[in-house]
């Protein structure tokens, strides 16, 4: 299967699970990944350190979850933000994102090929999506294309574990027999929770994903891994 169909075939998993995807997810993590939003959005904020930012570009948004950080914080913080875009190759996530968040513009799109223009973003996040994209290294330049100068990508994602260990046996048991079957009981579409814990085996760890994010332009800032491994923050500055 070339690289255009495995797209195509992802794309509509996400259709399918759309209107289940919310629930299933604060099921499956215990509303944890609440907190590891939160923390990507505040450090971005304290890393730029600007009270007013003309765009936040929002990739693979989804639902829009990450969007309602991104506002929330920047009200809290008084930090103006002109304009909050989210953007998704996924139509049915878009529709209920639409729903959800009224301060943003949706835009279908693809993370290699942003609908965007040069040097306007302050902020690229992807949560979870990253992933997802097979084009990947084309989609780090896509990045850099849209930020200006100094502008941040915040990633957040399920990384390859580098090392094995007692507590990687334990969540490697609930990644791939218990969140497929709970996944599958909920949303009705038990193979894109089984592709969830392939996905991750078959993605790439801290170190490989940094390393395609300094090719690709970009300084890191920070990194943080959460839940021994199982999720990590990202965060890179776009080069002068």
Do not use: H
Not at 140 to 158: C, P
């Amino acid at each position: 299967m070339d690289n255009k169909s495995r797209q195509s075939k992802i794309v509509d998993m996400f259709d399918e699970i759309a209107p289940t995807y919310d629930f299933t997810n604060r099921v499956l993590s215990f509303g944890i990944d609440k907190k590891w939003r939160k923390l990507g959005c505040e450090k971005a904020y304290e890393i730029l350190n600007q009270k007013s930012l003309e765009q936040i570009s929002d990739v693979a948004c989804g639902t829009g979850d990450l969007l309602l950080f991104w506002k929330d914080i920047a009200d809290k913080k008084k930090i103006t933000v002109n304009q909050f875009i989210g953007i998704d190759p996924s139509v049915n996530m878009l529709s209920i994102a639409e729903k959800k968040v009224d301060f943003a513009e949706f835009i279908e799109g693809k993370a290699q090929e942003l609908p965007l223009f040069d040097k306007t973003s302050d902020i690229i996040s992807i949560s979870y999506g990253i992933r997802n994209v097979v084009d990947r290294v084309e989609a780090l330049k896509e990045f850099n294309r849209v930020l200006k100068v100094g502008g941040l990508v915040v990633i957040l994602e399920f990384t390859k574990r580098e090392q094995k260990g007692f507590f990687s046996k334990i969540i490697d048991f609930y990644m791939t027999k218990i969140l497929p079957t709970i996944g599958g009981l909920v949303s009705k579409n038990y193979q894109a929770y089984k592709y969830l814990p392939d996905s991750i085996e078959g993605f790439l760890t801290t170190s490989m994903l940094t390393n395609e994010l300094q090719e690709a332009g970009f300084t890191m800032k920070y990194t943080k891994s959460f839940s021994f491994g199982i999720s990590t923050l990202l965060i890179a500055q776009k080069d002068g």
